[in-house]
C-alpha cells in the first residue's frame, strides 16, 4: 500500500466529474481502494473520493459513524454510488475537507438519503442514512460530481480558517447575518 498525496483546491480534477468503474472487483480497483485507505487514515480523514487522490474513477471510501468501535477502524467502499434523497429536509453542520486543508464551512445537506452501488467485492450496496452518516456520504459523493462543499455553502460568510471558526462560530447562537 502506499500513502497518495492529496489533490488541493485549485486543482482541476476536483472541479470534473468522474468515470464509471467498469472493472469494479479488479486488481488495479482493489489497490487503489488500499491505498486510498492508507492515504485517508494517514490524514485522519474519515471520508475520501478517488479525484482527491487524482484518479478520475467513482469511488469512495469512507469510516461509517453508525458502526465506529474504539477497537477497530472499518473502511466502507463505495464504487459507482448512486445517491437518492429520503425527505427534503435539510440540516446544516460544518464540515471539513482533506481538499482544502484547514478550512471550515458551515454546509446545507438532506438530512436522509439513500446510497446505492457496489463494494470492491462486486455486492451490492443499498443503504439507508441520516446524521453524519448521510453527511459524509453527500460530501464524498459531491467529489465524483465535481463538487466541492464550498459551492454549498449555507451562507456566503459561513467558511473560514478552522481555528477561527472554532473561535468565533461553531456553537454560537448568532445569526450570519451579524457577521
Not at 47 to 71: R, T, W
Not at 131 to 152: S, T
Not at 155 to 178: M, R
Amino acid at each position: 500500500m502506499a500513502i497518495l498525496k492529496v489533490s488541493r483546491l485549485g486543482h482541476p480534477i476536483l472541479l470534473q466529474k468522474c468515470e464509471i468503474v467498469d472493472d469494479i472487483t479488479g486488481i488495479e480497483t482493489k489497490k487503489i481502494i488500499k491505498d486510498m485507505t492508507e492515504t485517508m487514515l494517514d490524514a485522519k480523514g474519515i471520508g475520501l473520493a478517488a479525484p482527491q487522490v487524482y484518479i478520475k474513477q467513482k469511488i469512495m471510501i469512507f469510516i461509517n459513524p453508525d458502526e465506529k468501535s474504539e477497537s477497530e477502524t472499518k473502511i466502507e467502499t463505495l464504487i459507482n454510488p448512486k445517491l437518492i434523497k429520503v425527505s427534503d429536509e435539510t440540516n446544516d453542520d460544518w464540515e471539513g475537507c482533506l481538499s482544502i486543508p484547514g478550512m471550515l464551512g458551515l454546509v446545507r445537506r438532506f438530512s436522509q438519503i439513500r446510497y446505492q452501488g457496489f463494494d470492491m467485492f462486486g455486492n451490492t450496496v443499498n443503504i439507508q442514512a441520516n446524521g453524519l452518516h448521510a453527511r459524509v456520504i453527500q460530501h464524498e459523493y459531491d467529489h465524483l460530481m465535481g463538487i466541492l462543499y464550498i459551492n454549498r455553502l449555507a451562507h456566503k460568510n459561513a467558511y473560514g480558517y478552522t481555528d477561527e471558526i472554532k473561535d468565533f462560530w461553531q456553537d454560537k447562537e448568532v445569526s450570519l447575518d451579524e457577521r
